[in-house]
């Protein structure tokens, strides 16, 4: 990824302070540090569409089994890697480009007392710092929109794969040509937006080798994100939170962005 595109990528996930806002969630609802677990964070954590349940649902469609190595790409906060080794009892890598997110995901994964199976590293989803063939499942949630180069993402995703592995994703994905409206969640400035094509990523998936097997959650993930709207709006939170949403929410709607599961395996 050209450096000023990951810096610009860095900075837009670098505006806000989560760690404190979800203490303040929890000691409202009675829970102290000592006592919180991995599933208290889970109405907090999970910076995707369809929140947990889109996290159990790819999980479900990938059969992640307990004992899987399983590499998270654009991990954010950790979600999905706690989620994993506490539900799926699996060994997890969470990689991401933003070391304010790192750090967040590390003291959040410390708050739940996971003190093993569970690490976290900066890095690129184009050059994730894992040994070739040691991952069984390489997971993504909400990460090719802000990835430049697709061939390279899928190319470094087979890299990573044991022979048997497979690559369990959760996507915005263009439908079709047209206007995006701006801002977007995972883009400030349309600069930011690298949202590839559906048919084009699947292309690149069966030129690596890949067996693609798609879902199409756009219109639950489309409800979620509108529910989440008017909850947002209802606490009054401040229209630079809840435009993005309400963009993607349109332009979903307009048939610009469709949103799927695919779990693809090595052929």
Same mark, same amino acid.
């Not at 450096?3 to 989560?18: F, W």
């Not at 506490?86 to 003291?107: H, K, N, Q, Y």
């Not at 047209?178 to 883009?187: M, Q, R, V």
């Not at 229209?239 to 799927?260: H, I, M, Q, S, Y």
């Given at each position: 990824?050209?450096?000023?595109?990951?810096?610009?990528?860095q900075?837009h996930?670098?505006?806000?302070?989560v760690?404190?806002?979800?203490?303040?969630?929890l000691?409202?609802?009675?829970?102290?540090?000592? !006592? $919180?677990r991995?599933e208290d +964070?889970? #109405?907090?954590?999970?910076?995707? *569409?369809?929140g947990?349940?889109?996290?159990? &649902?790819?999980?479900?469609?990938?059969?992640?089994?307990?004992?899987?190595?399983v590499?998270d790409?654009g991990?954010?906060?950790?979600?999905?890697?706690?989620?994993l080794?506490?539900e799926?009892?699996? !060994? $997890?890598?969470?990689?991401? +480009?933003? #070391?304010?997110?790192?750090?967040t *995901?590390?003291?959040?994964?410390?708050l739940? &007392?996971?003190?093993?199976?569970?690490?976290?590293?900066?890095?690129?989803?184009?050059?994730?710092?894992?040994?070739?063939?040691?991952?069984?499942?390489?997971?993504?949630?909400?990460?090719?929109?802000?990835?430049?180069?697709?061939?390279a993402?899928?190319?470094e995703?087979a890299r990573?794969?044991?022979?048997?592995?497979?690559?369990?994703?959760?996507?915005?994905?263009?439908?079709?040509?047209?206007e995006?409206?701006?801002?977007?969640?995972?883009?400030s400035?349309p600069?930011?937006?690298?949202?590839?094509?559906a048919t084009?990523l699947l292309?690149?998936?069966?030129?690596?080798?890949?067996?693609?097997?798609?879902?199409?959650v756009?219109e639950?993930?489309r409800?979620?994100?509108?529910?989440?709207?008017?909850a947002?709006?209802?606490?009054?939170?401040?229209p630079?939170r809840?435009t993005p949403?309400k963009?993607?929410?349109?332009?979903?709607?307009?048939?610009?962005?469709c949103c799927w599961m695919?779990?693809?395996?090595?052929?």
């Amino acid at each position: 990824m050209r450096n000023d595109l990951a810096i610009a990528v860095q900075q837009h996930y670098s505006t806000r302070p989560v760690l404190p806002l979800i203490r303040d969630q929890l000691r409202r609802k009675g829970i102290e540090d000592s !006592r $919180v677990r991995p599933e208290d +964070l889970y #109405p907090y954590d999970q910076s995707h *569409a369809g929140g947990i349940a889109a996290t159990r &649902r790819l999980a479900e469609r990938a059969a992640i089994e307990p004992g899987s190595f399983v590499m998270d790409l654009g991990c954010g906060y950790g979600s999905a890697s706690r989620f994993l080794h506490a539900e799926r009892r699996c !060994r $997890v890598v969470g990689v991401d +480009l933003t #070391p304010a997110r790192i750090e967040t *995901a590390i003291a959040l994964t410390r708050l739940v &007392r996971i003190e093993s199976g569970v690490n976290f590293v900066v890095g690129s989803a184009l050059s994730p710092p894992i040994a070739s063939g040691l991952a069984d499942v390489v997971w993504t949630q909400h990460v090719t929109m802000n990835l430049p180069d697709h061939a390279a993402f899928i190319r470094e995703c087979a890299r990573v794969l044991k022979p048997s592995g497979r690559l369990a994703s959760h996507e915005w994905l263009r439908k079709k040509s047209g206007e995006l409206p701006s801002p977007l969640p995972w883009a400030s400035a349309p600069s930011l937006n690298h949202a590839i094509e559906a048919t084009r990523l699947l292309t690149i998936m069966k030129d690596n080798n890949f067996e693609p097997d798609v879902e199409d959650v756009t219109e639950s993930m489309r409800a979620a994100l509108a529910a989440d709207v008017v909850a947002l709006e209802e606490q009054d939170y401040p229209p630079e939170r809840t435009t993005p949403l309400k963009n993607l929410v349109g332009a979903a709607g307009d048939g610009l962005f469709c949103c799927w599961m695919i779990v693809a395996r090595i052929r």
